[in-house]
């Protein structure tokens, strides 16, 4: 079931791709042949509308569109046909479809966690109590505030730390506050406390508003902003050396289900297990994105870097010279992406 559920859901985020470039297709009056769900061999032509067959093809991984005269300019109506900024807009499409998927899917979390109230940004509450810890046994409760604790006054998460690190295996005193009153219980934090509870088995967090999703759209875009950043930054630091192959290294279907699958049995506590879900495929679908705007011949991005020229200087790359980078590319891209799944039997990536 598990394996079912991220075969469809990663065949989505490819289909989606495909589909930013079906509209934009659409949108600059460009012809599409076929929209195939899955990548042939064809099982079956679904239907047809507006001169595009609609397939079903036998392997599940993603889907495919085929443009009229994509690689070839003497087609009228083809995408290779159209104008420099058609041919960019919808090579652009499919990867903006992707951020835009992430956007969304940040702001379906963020409705379900809720947004920090700003007005209690000082306050520190408690958002999930690990099954038999010492905070369960002396009766702390989900959303009690830390007011003190061994009279220091807590108004972040690091200082509450602190304070309960610096007191293993001896009694705290803690002041929360309840429904409006204060009231004052003794935790003994344990002198060796798992890695995955803590001393006293707490969540901790600020208190948080609830939110639609429609609000929280800034907070998926300033999301999938950050996670954009940061893998780039990752890209460029391999590039000079500054980080280990393995803090980059690339995964693939099997890599990325082993990840999957330890998110979806050990779920973060306090929050719905759906979330760590969400979060995934929101980070896959960013990647898929971004990596795909690269300028990388056969890559969207690289198609890109092809049109730039007709824009800048009023000249057309030779269209026999850019199938061929494209094809050369293609092919190597496919062979990568061969060692990459291998890869991930023979030698599988350590999982955080």
Same mark, same amino acid.
């Given at each position: 079931?598990?394996?079912?559920?991220?075969?469809?859901?990663?065949a989505?985020? %490819?289909?989606?791709?495909?589909l930013?470039?079906?509209i934009?297709?659409? !949108?600059f009056n460009?012809e599409?042949e076929?929209f195939g769900?899955g990548?042939?061999?064809?099982?079956?032509?679904? $239907?047809e509308?507006g001169?595009?067959?609609?397939t079903?093809?036998?392997?599940?991984?993603?889907?495919?569109?085929?443009?009229?005269?994509e690689?070839?300019?003497?087609?009228?109506?083809?995408?290779?046909a159209?104008n420099?900024w058609?041919?960019m807009?919808?090579?652009?499409?499919g990867?903006l479809m992707n951020l835009l998927?992430?956007?969304?899917l940040f702001a %379906?979390i963020?409705?379900?966690?809720?947004k920090?109230?700003?007005?209690r940004?000082?306050?520190i509450?408690?958002d999930?109590?690990?099954p038999d810890?010492p905070a369960e046994a002396a009766g702390?409760?989900?959303?009690?505030?830390?007011?003190?604790?061994?009279d220091?006054?807590i108004t972040n998460?690091?200082?509450?730390?602190n304070?309960?690190?610096a007191n293993?295996?001896k009694?705290?005193? $803690?002041?929360i506050?309840?429904?409006g009153?204060?009231?004052t219980?003794?935790?003994?934090?344990?002198?060796n406390p798992?890695a995955n509870?803590g001393?006293?088995?707490?969540?901790m967090g600020t208190?948080?508003?609830s939110?639609?999703?429609?609000?929280?759209?800034p907070?998926?875009a300033?999301?999938t902003?950050?996670?954009?950043e940061?893998l780039?930054?990752?890209i460029?630091?391999? !590039?000079r050396?500054?980080a280990s192959p393995?803090?980059g290294?690339l995964?693939?279907?099997k890599?990325?289900?082993?990840?999957?699958?330890?998110?979806r049995?050990e779920p973060?506590v306090?929050?719905?297990?759906?979330?760590?879900a969400?979060?995934? $495929?929101?980070?896959?679908?960013i990647?898929?994105?971004?990596l795909?705007l690269l300028?990388?011949?056969?890559?969207?991005?690289?198609?890109?870097?092809f049109?730039l020229?007709?824009?800048v200087?009023?000249?057309?790359?030779p269209q026999?010279?850019e199938?061929?980078?494209?094809?050369?590319?293609? !092919?190597?891209l496919?062979?990568l992406?061969?060692? %990459?799944?291998?890869?991930?039997f023979i030698?599988?990536?350590t999982?955080?």
């Amino acid at each position: 079931m598990l394996l079912l559920e991220f075969i469809f859901a990663l065949a989505a985020m %490819v289909i989606l791709h495909e589909l930013g470039h079906f509209i934009a297709c659409r !949108i600059f009056n460009v012809e599409v042949e076929e929209f195939g769900l899955g990548f042939p061999p064809r099982a079956t032509t679904l $239907f047809e509308a507006g001169g595009t067959k609609f397939t079903l093809n036998w392997l599940p991984f993603g889907g495919f569109v085929r443009p009229k005269g994509e690689n070839d300019p003497s087609i009228p109506g083809g995408l290779a046909a159209a104008n420099p900024w058609v041919r960019m807009a919808v090579f652009a499409a499919g990867p903006l479809m992707n951020l835009l998927s992430a956007i969304l899917l940040f702001a %379906v979390i963020a409705s379900l966690v809720g947004k920090p109230d700003p007005a209690r940004l000082e306050q520190i509450q408690i958002d999930a109590i690990s099954p038999d810890s010492p905070a369960e046994a002396a009766g702390l409760q989900i959303n009690d505030i830390l007011v003190t604790i061994n009279d220091q006054v807590i108004t972040n998460t690091g200082t509450a730390h602190n304070v309960i690190y610096a007191n293993l295996g001896k009694p705290v005193t $803690f002041v929360i506050r309840r429904q409006g009153s204060e009231q004052t219980l003794e935790i003994t934090p344990r002198e060796n406390p798992p890695a995955n509870q803590g001393a006293v088995g707490i969540l901790m967090g600020t208190p948080r508003l609830s939110i639609s999703v429609i609000a929280a759209l800034p907070e998926g875009a300033m999301a999938t902003y950050l996670y954009g950043e940061k893998l780039l930054s990752m890209i460029g630091d391999l !590039i000079r050396g500054n980080a280990s192959p393995d803090e980059g290294r690339l995964v693939g279907f099997k890599g990325m289900y082993d990840v999957y699958e330890t998110v979806r049995t050990e779920p973060v506590v306090g929050y719905p297990p759906i979330v760590d879900a969400l979060g995934f $495929f929101a980070s896959i679908s960013i990647s898929l994105g971004l990596l795909n705007l690269l300028p990388i011949p056969a890559l969207d991005g690289g198609r890109i870097v092809f049109a730039l020229p007709e824009i800048v200087i009023r000249r057309r790359i030779p269209q026999e010279y850019e199938n061929w980078v494209n094809g050369i590319s293609f !092919i190597l891209l496919i062979v990568l992406m061969i060692f %990459v799944n291998l890869r991930d039997f023979i030698n599988p990536p350590t999982l955080p």
